[in-house]
């Protein structure tokens, strides 16, 4: 079964650092699209930064310049590197990917589905 496990959150100063994984482990066939959202009390989940396979990558306006995503497709593993972190990003971080999971496999076949998976979410504080 396929999961999403997330870390590196926790309780920082505005103006500070922190980095996030967030690692895909399972039957995997491909991990092709990997993002990050985020969910602030009382608001809703929002995108914060999206890469490809490939690498290209999408950020929220309010983060471009601070956060920056990465993946290392070897160890299906996302980043999220968030500096000159502000009172407003405050918010539970969520992994997201669009997985293909291998389902049976023989010398001569391969069957595979796509997911999309979520992450338990992690928790970042920015605070003085």
């Known amino acids: 079964q396929v999961q999403l496990v997330e870390s590196g959150g926790g309780l920082v100063q505005p103006g500070g650092s922190l980095r996030l994984s967030c690692t895909a482990s399972g039957s995997i066939l491909n991990v092709h699209a990997m993002g990050w959202y985020r969910q602030a009390p009382g608001k809703q989940r929002e995108l914060v930064a999206r890469?490809?396979?490939?690498?290209?990558?999408d950020y929220a306006d309010s983060v471009k310049g601070r956060l920056t995503i990465s993946r290392d497709n070897a160890k299906n593993t996302a980043y999220l590197q968030m500096n000159s972190l502000k009172f407003e990003d405050t918010a539970v971080y969520y992994c997201?990917?669009?997985?293909?999971?291998?389902?049976?496999?023989?010398?001569?076949?391969?069957?595979?589905?796509?997911?999309?998976?979520w992450g338990q979410g992690t928790l970042v504080t920015v605070s003085s």
């Open positions: 997201n990917a669009d997985v293909s999971e291998i389902i049976a496999s023989d010398s001569d076949s391969l069957e595979y589905r796509n997911l999309e998976m």
């Open positions: 890469i490809t396979i490939s690498g290209t990558t």
